[in-house]
């Protein structure tokens, strides 16, 4: 089983900013799309923000301008940063390798004054 490490959660304030870190094997760091999803409850799953090996990037619409994903080529991570959070932004964070279907543990994410 893939083990996909992930740190960074915690309580916000809206408006604040946090950075989500996610490890993975090098083996599938230089080979496969890795990605951020999150879950609110009672919500579904969703994307939102991907990188491929290349460095190129994909986000949703609702965080575009806010979140940035990045790779570190020498560390075998991905940071997700993510700024003017808003409380609709709680949810647990997932690091994935969507095309192999990996995940990591989920890491919380509250946004709250």
């Known amino acids: 089983q893939v083990q996909l490490v992930e740190s960074g959660g915690g309580l916000v304030q809206p408006g604040g900013s946090l950075r989500l870190s996610c490890a993975a094997p090098?083996?599938?760091?230089?080979?496969?799309?890795m990605g951020w999803y999150r879950q609110a409850p009672g919500n579904q799953r969703t994307m939102v923000a991907l990188?491929?090996?290349?460095?190129?990037?994909n986000y949703a619409d609702s965080v575009k301008g806010r979140f940035t994903i990045s790779r570190d080529n020498a560390k075998n991570t991905i940071y997700l940063q993510a700024n003017s959070l808003k409380p609709e932004d709680t949810a647990v964070y997932y690091c994935?390798?969507?095309?192999?279907?990996?995940w990591g543990q989920g890491t919380q994410v509250t946004v709250s004054s």
């Open positions: 994935s390798v969507p095309t192999r279907d990996y």
């Open positions: 090098g083996s599938i760091f230089r080979l496969y799309a």
């Open positions: 990188i491929g090996p290349s460095g190129n990037t």
